[in-house]
């Protein structure tokens, strides 16, 4: 047991993945096909981060899919034809590569009809999560495996109760992309209490410039909550919305606290962003990165 941890906090195990939105920054590669399962070097995107879920202890996943998501589903399924293809082979590299992403974990699957915002769909993991505390990652937001935060959410979770969320410090000038939070120090380092948010802020009225990253860690009265929000900006129901009524009133669902991440952290569903995961993770690579490392040195000596 972690030390500190109380023994009134249920265990942690269920994790939501929303991943039903339109991905419309990257378009038309996802006209057809979700962004989730964009290829990050040789896997898709959504495997890195339920490969995180369970490697911090959460091996019940609820993804929330839409239309188009259909490949989703077939990617955490067996295939009988390539598994039997590649036994016939022997090939047992790729044969094991093949079945490792439909024994990682029990999946579940909710569609969320129209996508009415990040709050909607995590309020559609309603009937299956309960009344436990649960874990939220979002689907196109990449952890890198080497510097693990959900763990740490986890943790405080279980040891003071309540939400949790992720918070990440970013220039002045881009914190009008994300849900932005005002702070409080506490005795831990890398912990702050959130006193309020707010959703997408120009910089002249953001309380701080800690944005809010993929990963919470909620209390589930954050239900209650959602279904009485009423869409926010951009017409959407917002996650950052019903979360500021938590912060403000510890009475409803205990306080929010924010882990200050300082790790690597991509947005796949940013097209930039993407790049430079793709250039990194597989520079990083043992069995690509030595090649790829001296032909990137050579381009950027050559091009740049
Ligand atoms: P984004 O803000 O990235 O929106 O959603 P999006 O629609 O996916 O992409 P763009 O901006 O059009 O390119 C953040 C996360 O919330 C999920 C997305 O799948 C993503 O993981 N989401 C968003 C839903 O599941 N449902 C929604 O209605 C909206």
Known sequence: MVAGMTQS??????????????????????????????????????????????????????????????????????????????????????????QESSDLATMHYVRQGDPKGLGHAVLCAAPHVGHEPFAVLLGDDLIDPRDPLLARMVEVQEQRGGSVIALMEVAPEQIHLYGCAAVEATEEGDLVKVTG?????????????????????????????????EPGRGGEIQLTDALQQLAADEKVGGPVHGVVFKGRRYDTGDRGDYLRAIVRLACEREDLGPDFRAWLRSYVAEEM
Do not use: C, W
């Not at 265990?11 to 096909?33: C, D, E, Q």
């Not at 309380?207 to 929000?229: C, E, M, Q, W």
């Open 9 to 98: 906090h249920p265990r942690i195990s269920k994790a939501v993945i929303p991943a039903a939105g339109l991905g419309t920054r990257f378009l038309p590669a996802t006209k057809a096909t979700p962004k989730e399962m964009l290829p990050v070097v040789d896997k898709p995107a959504i495997q890195y981060v339920v490969e995180e879920a369970v490697s911090a202890g959460l091996d019940d996943v609820l993804m929330i899919t839409g239309r188009n998501k259909r490949p989703l589903e077939d990617h955490f399924d067996r295939n009988y034809e390539l598994e039997s293809a590649l036994q016939k082979k022997g090939d047992a590299d790729r044969l094991a590569k093949v």
């Open 197 to 229: 948010l707010v959703e997408k802020p120009d910089a002249a009225d953001a309380p701080s410039n800690y944005a809010i990253i993929g990963r919470y860690v909620l209390d589930p009265h954050i239900f209650d909550i959602l279904r009485k929000t």
